[in-house]
């Protein structure tokens, strides 16, 4: 049998992709076997790898391959990371992982599409409150598609001086050609704001009018993610130019029930009052509703405890909503 040691490395290798240590670790494996008199399954062993090692080479690796740091005048436009987060971690509403199911699956099947005359969609306009999941979409499609998520610094791409963003916008999308990739507009709103706004100067006008010439003339194979707080700012030109439009909201209690029993899922929750914490809950976007989470489990956990995470939860959402600006709370549904 594997040892303990060999089974951790097989997982590693599994969740890494180091396709190479998979062969490696279970070569170990059934060299083992046969040293212990299993040939039958010393042999199964290493066929399996043989064939599995023929099928890598016959079809090729379906993980992107990795890109170096970005240079040239990319270097300081991009920041380029692999994430490791999955759809299945996230907990969303149905109607927007049906959405992000489908930009996946038709990602993946984009050869057959393509025989068909059609292609699948790739800009994608993600809307709603902070912390809602926009940005952590961008790393699951990244994930799932196999696909580097190559982070727009903003910072770097708009400047003071005229023309300078639109040279840079052209050699991003120039980027988008050479190196597939899930490439992520975070706080839209600051290329993307309506043209007829009363603050607007003739160089925010001239950057949205380049950005929405470089969108509709790309055809590249890269995933365009823009993701906004701000709705209502974005020019009406701009939501026609996107092939799917996304929209989050603040989670209702069903969600907030399944982030906390996702969130604190080796925590005995039979003693959490789900009414109370729903109302303790109301307003906060996921991402407080998961810091809350780890702020109860830390305080059980040095309590050594288990029976005071209910009021450790109600405290910590209070905490979380004391910590933001004061605003008017939607009602929620259910």
């Not at 066929?47 to 040239?72: D, H, M, N, Y």
């Not at 982030?259 to 959490?272: A, M, W």
Request: aromatic share 4%; proline share 3%; net charge positive.
């Amino acid at each position: 049998m594997a040892t303990a040691e060999q089974i951790k490395a097989l997982l590693r290798s599994h969740t890494s992709g180091d396709d190479d240590l998979f062969r490696s670790v279970a070569l170990q494996i059934a060299a083992h076997e046969a040293t212990k008199g299993n040939d039958s399954l010393a042999n199964s062993l290493r066929e399996l790898v043989a064939t599995a090692k023929r099928g890598q080479q016959s079809t090729g690796s379906p993980r992107a391959v990795p890109i170096t740091r970005p240079v040239g005048e990319l270097a300081g436009m991009v920041q380029a990371s692999y994430p490791s987060i999955r759809l299945s971690e996230m907990v969303l509403a149905d109607s927007i992982r049906g959405g992000i199911e489908e930009l996946i699956h038709q990602q993946r099947q984009k050869d057959l599409l393509r025989n068909h005359g059609l292609s699948p969609k790739r800009k994608i306009l993600l809307v709603g409150p902070p912390g809602c999941g926009k940005t952590m979409t961008a790393s699951v499609l990244a994930k799932e598609c196999g696909l580097p998520l190559l982070f727009v610094q903003l910072h770097s791409l708009i400047t003071k001086y005229m023309g300078e963003t639109a040279a840079k916008l052209h050699v991003l999308f120039d980027s988008m050609c050479e190196t597939r990739g899930v490439y992520l507009f975070d706080e839209f709103d600051a290329i993307g704001a309506t043209r007829t706004a009363s603050n607007d100067v003739g160089e925010a006008r001239r950057i949205l009018n380049s950005f929405l010439q470089f969108l509709e003339r790309d055809d590249s194979e890269s995933i365009i993610v823009a993701a906004t707080n701000f709705v209502g700012m974005l020019d009406d030109a701009l939501f026609r130019r996107f092939d799917d439009v996304i929209t989050y909201e603040l989670p209702d209690k069903t969600l907030v029930r399944r982030l906390i029993e996702n969130r604190l899922s080796t925590f005995d929750l039979s003693s959490v009052k789900w009414a109370e914490i729903g109302l303790a809950a109301r307003g906060l976007s996921h991402a407080e509703v998961a810091r809350a989470c780890d702020d109860a489990a830390r305080g059980a956990v040095l309590a050594n405890e288990q029976s005071i995470l209910h009021d450790s939860l109600v405290k910590a959402l209070a905490n979380r909503s004391g910590m933001r600006p004061s605003r008017p709370r939607k009602k929620l549904k259910g």
